[in-house]
């Protein structure tokens, strides 16, 4: 009974975060519900046993990945500028209705039948153990290939985001207007 | 934990719809790129349920890949917006039409 009143006041926070993010009009404050719905995620990991990604999805997302989001929106001062969309009405309507029909059929699978029902409970617990057995083996060329992948895109965001260290390189807009001329 | 398998999916996918109506509705990148990771999200919220539900280990494997793309997607957006800021002072979407001249 508890630990229903729990899971239901962490879908509630979960879709208020989320609902926020899209909302809120300073960029600062979507980060900060974004943080807040991706903590309430790992709560109701947590409800489901899945102890692993709780400690996962707080660390790498809530940690590493939202520092970094919040690093850059103050580094480059993002306070008052962002509102919303200034784009032609008709857009924008049609956006909400394909994400409210996009919502509604998956809802409508889910419903369906498709998924096959939960085994019980006492089955269905997946520790740390089987899923590094698991990478280790069936998936060990995924996971190789995926550390490759963090390593370049590492590499990528360095030679990206540094500041002029090459003297007489010009911007793409100085590129441009020159080709403009 | 019965009553949990069709509520979190129905949760993850009214955040995946959220986070979709917001990519369109919003103008400035950054928000647009939390947006995408709020996706991101939802979706590791299905894997986990039903590999919690079906007690498979491949479900935490996906998650554990879709985490690590997340944050290298991540990195390399965020330099780049970095860089175009640099060069024009705000990241507004729209204004960013040079492949389109």
Same mark, same amino acid.
């Given at each position: ?5 729990? !899971? ?14 899209? #909302?809120?009009?300073?960029?600062? !404050? ?7 719905? *991706? ?39 993002? @306070? ?14 049609? =956006?909400?209705?394909? @994400?409210? =029909?996009? @919502?509604?059929?998956?809802?409508? #699978? ?6 096959? $029902? ?23 060329? $995924? ?10 895109? #590492? ?27 | 934990?019965?009553? *949990?398998? $069709? ?14 109506? =917001?990519? *369109? ?8 790129? *939390? ?21 498979? $280990?491949?479900?935490?494997? #996906? ?13 390399? =957006? ?24």
């Amino acid at each position: 009974m508890f630990l229903k009143i729990l !899971y239901h006041l962490f879908v509630f926070l979960a879709l208020f975060g989320s609902l926020m993010v899209v #909302v809120s009009k300073k960029a600062i !404050y979507s980060a900060l519900f974004l943080i807040l719905t *991706m903590l309430t995620i790992a709560s109701l990991f947590v409800l489901m046993n899945a102890q692993l990604a709780a400690a996962l999805q707080v660390i790498v997302y809530a940690g590493a990945i939202m520092v970094l989001f919040l690093f850059v929106i103050m580094l480059l001062n993002l @306070g008052k500028q962002a509102p919303l969309s200034r784009r032609s009405r008709p857009v924008r309507w049609l =956006g909400l209705l394909f @994400g409210v =029909g996009i @919502g509604a059929q998956i809802i409508a #699978v889910i419903y369906s039948g498709f998924i096959p $029902p939960a085994e019980t409970t006492a089955a269905a617990s997946v520790t740390i153990d089987h899923v590094a057995r698991l990478i280790l083996t069936d998936y060990l060329y $995924p996971f190789e290939m995926i550390s490759v992948l963090l390593l370049v895109a #590492v590499i990528g965001a360095v030679v990206l985001a540094r500041r002029h260290l090459v003297q007489g390189v010009e911007t793409v807009t100085e590129t441009a207007e020159k080709a403009g001329k | 934990m019965e009553y *949990m398998i $069709p509520g979190n999916l129905v949760v993850a996918v009214m955040i995946f719809a959220i986070g979709a109506i =917001g990519i *369109m509705w919003r103008r400035d990148a950054i928000t647009i790129f *939390m947006c995408i990771e709020l996706m991101f999200n939802a979706a590791n919220l299905g894997f986990i349920t039903l590999a919690q539900s079906l007690g498979k $280990p491949e479900g935490v494997a #996906v998650f554990l890949f879709v985490i690590t793309i997340a944050a290298a997607e991540a990195a390399v =957006g965020l330099a780049l917006f970095i860089k175009i800021f640099d060069d024009r002072e705000n990241i507004e979407a729209e204004k960013l039409d040079l492949l389109k001249r």
